[in-house]
């Protein structure tokens, strides 16, 4: 899976709690992002950081929230505030120069109850 | 409004005969486009890209993509299908705008038997 790790790969919670998702690379990308994917539905796009301090909204970016503050780092937090929290959370990474293709990690299987 | 289509939720192609999973796509400008593969609980695998160029694009493990600007498509090929090809297969298409985004098809499911 290309330098990314995310831990832990399932994970359980109850709901009503906070949980945060880890995503590191070591492949010197500038660009990171987090993304959402749930049965029968394309990837969609929670959060993307293309510096250290500083991330952007994606398309579904509420009741989530993110850091940047190491460049191989990017700390996805799933909130109380997050309606549908279950599903399979995918972190992958790119070089910003040129046409360059996203590299993912294995993705973490958030189960709320 | 840009889109990526995969109009196929599921393909299904004997082990040993051609496999085509078909993408349709809709942005500004010229498009950049990717195929991944997913296999179970997994991360995403890039395949290939089309960038500029020859409009056949070659890619890992044997498939193959033609760019058909005309007809604003994108099929994934392999002239004979393995069964560890079944998987799930992704499409995506660069927005042209500056923060590189991807816009996902919503993936076809692959299942070649034996």
Known sequence: ?113 | AQSVAQPEDQVNVAEGNPLTVKCTYSVSGNPYLFWYVQYPNRGLQFLLKYITGDNLVKGSYGFEAEFNKSQTSFHLKKPSALVSDSALYFCAVRMMDSNYQLIWGAGTKLIIKP
Not at chain 1, 45 to 63: P, R
Not at chain 1, 75 to 90: E, H, I, R
């Open chain 1, 1 to 113: 899976d290309g330098g990314i790790t995310q831990s832990p790969k399932y994970l359980f919670r109850k709901e009503g709690q906070n949980v945060t998702l880890s995503c590191e690379q070591n492949l010197n990308h500038d660009a990171m992002y987090w993304y959402r994917q749930d049965p029968g539905q394309g990837l969609r796009l929670i959060y993307y950081s293309q510096i250290v301090n500083d991330f952007q909204k994606g398309d579904i970016a509420e009741g989530y929230s993110v850091s940047r503050e190491k460049k191989e780092s990017f700390p996805l937090t799933v909130t109380s505030a997050q309606k549908n929290p279950t599903a399979f959370y995918l972190c992958a990474s790119r070089r910003l120069a040129g046409e360059n293709e996203q590299y993912f990690g294995p993705g973490t299987r958030l189960t709320v109850t």
